[in-house]
């Protein structure tokens, strides 16, 4: 089945530093999402991308849908403590259910 | 608030036992979806439902089921409860529109011993 391959793992960084993350598949996503997930509480939606080669910024963040629609980034510029959380990319693939298949998330850390 | 609700919160168990989740979707969402997180995992869709209909099915043990009723409301019957069962379990809903993207509600954290 369809698989998302999300990197880094896991990212320690110090408050004001940009951070960057990405997902990439072996197939094609009509639609790219990135969500959060603070500790104990349900993925909230950051960005959504619907479109090969857009770009979409809300507030510090910015993702882009790749033009291959094979892969998207999430940049964060100038993190700030409150960033701290699981970042998951999730797309929709080929299939007409609307099925969501998330990638297995970016941990990051903020020091501040 | 993503105007999705989940109850319970929280739930302990024995293992051999037998729950049922609870999901209330967001108003006017027909779609509700159903998704496991074991720990530091990511989350693994079980089952969709479609207006009352099963749409999807990911990776659902035999012994778990789910429905939607007519209200849009829905369960995750989870029976035989195992130690491995315990995670957190999501429910998010949809629009319509096949691309638009889920809601997820706070989920229930299944504790089983």
């Known amino acids: 089945g369809q698989q998302l391959n999300q990197s880094p793992q896991s990212m320690f960084i110090q408050e004001g530093e940009d951070v960057s993350m990405n997902c990439t598949s072996s197939?094609?996503?009509?639609?790219w999402l990135w969500y959060k997930q603070d500790p104990g509480e349900g993925p909230v939606l950051l960005i959504a991308?619907?479109?090969?080669?857009e770009l979409t910024s809300n507030g510090r963040l910015t993702a882009q849908f790749g033009i291959t629609r094979k892969d998207s980034f999430l940049n964060i510029s100038a993190s700030i403590p409150s960033d701290v959380g699981i970042y998951f990319c999730?797309?929709?693939?080929?299939?007409?259910?609307?099925?969501?298949?998330f990638g297995q998330g970016t941990t990051l850390q903020v020091k501040p | 608030d993503s105007g999705v609700t989940q109850t319970p919160k929280h739930l302990i168990t024995a293992t051999g036992q037998r729950v049922t989740l609870r999901c209330s979707p967001r108003?006017?969402?027909?779609?509700v979806y159903w998704y496991q997180q074991s720990l530091d995992q990511g989350l693994q869709f079980l089952i969709q439902?479609?207006?009352?209909?099963?749409?999807a099915k990911g990776n659902i043990l035999e012994r778990f089921s789910a429905q939607q009723f007519p209200d849009l409301h829905s369960e995750l019957n989870l029976s035989s409860l195992e130690l491995g069962d315990s995670a957190l379990y999501f429910c998010?809903?949809?629009?319509?529109?096949?691309?638009?993207?889920?809601?997820f509600g706070n989920g229930t954290r299944l504790t089983v011993t």
């Open positions: 991308l619907y479109k090969a080669g």
């Open positions: 439902y479609y207006n009352g209909e099963e749409r």
């Open positions: 197939s094609i996503f009509n639609t």
């Open positions: 999730a797309g929709h693939g080929s299939s007409n259910t609307g099925k969501l298949i």
């Open positions: 108003s006017g969402d027909l779609s």
């Open positions: 998010a809903s949809r629009r319509d529109s096949l691309n638009s993207p889920l809601h």
